[in-house]
């Protein structure tokens, strides 16, 4: 008899696919069809089934061939009819008399740490959904009709508009709309600019900080572009080493992950270097907007527009699962960058630009950026606090910005450290993880601990785990002796 497409946004908001096949007429057939829905869990319980006008509609059926059919399911078992409520498929408490008794077996718990201060991510519960809704609401609301088709590669205007005024305001950078191109994070933004062996906007070899994320380096070396190390100190990165590399990616505005910004007169020789040489500077603006001690340090662009590749993103002021950044491109690379987008798929969604570009304009973007800078700042002094009380003896570096501090810790006993915080489910980073391989500069024990990540409620908790691995007693540490069977789960 064939197979037929049920769809019914009234019942069941889904397509859901009938066989109707076999012995016995269209009744035994649809009967069949729907009791095997049921038990292969394409149907699952409480699932409104469509009423019986529509599903005869669907099936090409008679009406009452449907409502015979559901009547013997609830007969026997597989269906409840229930006035005003419909007919759904039964819950599983009240099994079919028919039905196999298969065992479920219970999806495995995912195991992670009870503590969670890993860097990166910001606190997930405070993300402001109901700001979030109303902006979505009323961008859906107000789109016309193109918006749901191709598109733009560049982004949509409204949300390039948006970023150059705000940009400008917030961070100092000296941006118009077309020369603003969208993309999904900080990672696209290298994608598309360095692409696959000769097929890049950039070449290299491309000069980065000693210290920085390892994911990086490894998407840019598999794109075929050799990085260099520059060393580091208290005044941010050894740009008076640059040689003849093509381009420099740096953190300016607070290094990451040892934390400070660029010196003034590193920032002017940087550009000299970049204008000399007719390169570009990456500026990742990591944190530029979570100043706490001081005036927020200007984005680096603002400095020669022409020279620096300014490339931000929400995925620390809101959240890494919205996949939306932005790069403010000198000219000559505009057009080029656009094209390297190629096909739509690459693209952020066209509705989410659209809810970020009212978030911008309607102030709902700064309100929230001002509420996490003052939960944060108080996490951060929270976290010192514990730390002068209780490890006296560990110096707390990297704390005028960002969302992580470093805790200095006297050579080689970094390793001992992490091991020690993982066997109490202590989530987080050794500086040693950031280490550029090729580095000649001498190595720095240390941990990366992310305050921002734990919500409210679990950060005391957090913060007390990891002074017991920090004791205030002892300048060395070491990890606690391992419990008979192994570490702890």
Known sequence: MGNSWVNSAEAIGADLHLELSGQGGRRAALTRALREAVRGGRLAPGTRLPPYRSLAADLGVARNTVADAYAELVAEGWLTARQGSGTRVAERGASPRHAERVPVKAPPRARGPRH?????????????????????RRALQGAPNEVFGPGDPAGRRELREALAEYLARARGVRAEPDRIVICSGFAHALRLLFGQGAGGVLRGPLAVEAYGLGFHRGLLAAAGVRTVPLPLDEHGARVDVLGRERAVLLTPAHQFPTGGPLQAAR??????????????????DYDGEFRYDRKPVGA?????????????????????????GWMVLPRRYADAVVEAKGEREAWASVLDQLALADFLSCGAYDRHVRRMR?????????LVAALAAHAPHIEVTGIAAG???VLRLPPGTE??????????GVALDGLA??????????????????YATPSEHAYAAAVDALCGVLPPDAPALAPPPEPPGGPRR
Do not use: C, N
């Not at 920032?267 to 990742?284: K, Q, S």
């Not at 003052?374 to 951060?380: D, G, L, P």
């Open 433 to 450: 993880a950031f280490r550029h391989p090729d580095t000649v500069m001498p190595a720095r024990d240390g941990l990366v601990v992310g």
């Open 403 to 405: 969302l992580h501090a």
């Open 267 to 284: 920032r002017t020789a940087v550009i000299d270097w970049a204008r000399a040489r007719g390169g570009v500077v990456l500026e990742d």
């Open 300 to 324: 680096l662009q603002g400095l020669d527009p022409e020279h620096v590749i300014h490339i931000g993103s929400v995925s620390k002021s809101l959240s890494p699962a919205l996949r939306l």
């Open 116 to 136: 969670d201060l890993r860097q990166g991510t910001p606190d997930a519960s405070a993300f402001p959904r109901a700001a979030w809704l109303a902006s979505y």
């Open 374 to 382: 003052q939960r944060y700042r108080a996490r951060r002094d929270r």
């Open 415 to 424: 390793r001992s450290a992490v091991k020690a915080a993982a066997w109490q």
